[in-house]
């Protein structure tokens, strides 16, 4: 699906930020939109310079 997708975007848990997994779903370069609940500034930093728009979505 990722492959014929016109925009992907990933919704991520806080958690899984800055770790490591089993597995790739796909390359940061294919990703255009990354939503999650938190993310430290310098990650987020990083992520924007390869183009990735980051949403940090608040807490109510």
Known sequence: MI???EK???LAD???MN???LGEICNLHR???L???GIYNETKAKLEE???DV???GKD
Do not use: E, N, P
């Open 50 to 52: 390869l183009g990735i």
């Open 14 to 16: 806080s958690t899984k």
């Open 31 to 33: 990703i255009y939109v």
């Open 35 to 37: 939503i999650t609940g």
């Open 55 to 57: 949403v940090v979505a």
């Open 19 to 21: 770790m490591r997994g």
């Open 8 to 10: 992907v975007i990933v």
């Open 3 to 5: 492959d014929v997708a």
